[in-house]
C-alpha cells in the first residue's frame, strides 16, 4: 500500500542552523506530495506542497523538491528559527484517482530550535 | 467561522460509554474527512465525506466506530462502548472537493478533539 517514511527524530538545533527533514514515499499512482506543520498548541496547516516530479514546494523559507527518482521530498531550511520549533509531517495524495485527496501522513518529526 | 471547528476539545469518557465528536466544516467545502493520532504517530485516514454520503469508510478500525453528516455540513463520529485503545486525538479536515474543482489536495484541519478512555 501507499506509505510515507520520515527519519527518526526529535530534532535539536540551534538557531541559524540549516535544516534537512528526510522524506520518502511508496506509492501505486502518481502521489502529490505535502508538507504539514503543527505548532504548539494548533492544528495541522499545509506548509508547502508539490504536485508532480521535479516541482519545488516552498514557503516560509522552507523548501522541498519532488524527485520521482528517489521517490523523495527531503524538507530543508537554510536557517531555522526558535520559531520554526513544531511536529512537521510529510504526506502523500493520490489525486489522480478523482475520487476524494485522502492523504496518508508519515509519523511526523519533532524540530526543536534554540535560540 | 473561519476555520475548522472541533468539540469538545477534550473528552474523558470511561471504558465501555458511548461518544460523539463533533465537527464543522469550513462554509462551502464539500468534503470532509475524520483522521485519528495516536501519540508518536501521523494522522491516520478513517473516513471521506463527499456531500452527504461517505464515500470511503475503509479506515474505520471496526464497527463501533460510525459517523455521519446529514445536511452536509457538519459531521458527527460517534464511538460505541469505548475501549481504552480509541485514545487519541481526532481530527477533521475540509477541503473544497473532488480533483479538477480546485482542489489540489490541501486538506484544512481543525485543532483536534483528545479523547480519553479510562
Known amino acids: 500500500g501507499d506509505s510515507v517514511t520520515q527519519m527518526e527524530g526529535p530534532v535539536t538545533l540551534s538557531e541559524e542552523a540549516f535544516l534537512t527533514i528526510n522524506c520518502t514515499y511508496t506509492?501505486?499512482?502518481?502521489?502529490?506530495l505535502f508538507w504539514y506543520v503543527q505548532y504548539p498548541g494548533e492544528g495541522l496547516q499545509l506548509l508547502l506542497k508539490?504536485?508532480?516530479?521535479?516541482d519545488k514546494g516552498s514557503n516560509k523559507g522552507f523548501e522541498a523538491t519532488y524527485r520521482k527518482e528517489t521517490t523523495s521530498f527531503h524538507l530543508e531550511k537554510g536557517s531555522v528559527q526558535v520559531s520554526d520549533s513544531a511536529v512537521y509531517f510529510c504526506?502523500?495524495?493520490?489525486?489522480?484517482?478523482?475520487?476524494?485527496?485522502?492523504?496518508?501522513f508519515g509519523k511526523g518529526i519533532t524540530l526543536s530550535v534554540r535560540p | 467561522g473561519a476555520g475548522v471547528s472541533q468539540t469538545p476539545s477534550n473528552k474523558v469518557t470511561e471504558k465501555g460509554k458511548y461518544v460523539e465528536l463533533r465537527c464543522d466544516p469550513i462554509?462551502?467545502?464539500?468534503?470532509l474527512y475524520w483522521y485519528r493520532q495516536s501519540l508518536g504517530q501521523g494522522p491516520e485516514f478513517l473516513i471521506y465525506?463527499?456531500?452527504?454520503?461517505?464515500a470511503d469508510d475503509s479506515g474505520l478500525p471496526n464497527d463501533r466506530f460510525f459517523a455521519v453528516r446529514p445536511e452536509g455540513s457538519v459531521s458527527t463520529l460517534k464511538i460505541q462502548r469505548t475501549e481504552r485503545g480509541d485514545s487519541a486525538v481526532y481530527l477533521c479536515?475540509?477541503?473544497?472537493?473532488?480533483w479538477g474543482r480546485g482542489t489540489t489536495g490541501e486538506l484544512f484541519f481543525g485543532e483536534g478533539s483528545r479523547l480519553t478512555v479510562l
Open positions: 462554509s462551502g467545502h464539500t468534503a
Open positions: 506509492a501505486t499512482g502518481y502521489p502529490s
Open positions: 508539490a504536485t508532480k516530479a521535479d
Open positions: 465525506f463527499q456531500g452527504t454520503g461517505a
Open positions: 504526506a502523500l495524495s493520490l489525486l489522480y484517482t478523482g475520487a476524494n485527496s485522502k492523504l496518508t
Open positions: 479536515a475540509s477541503s473544497l472537493g473532488r
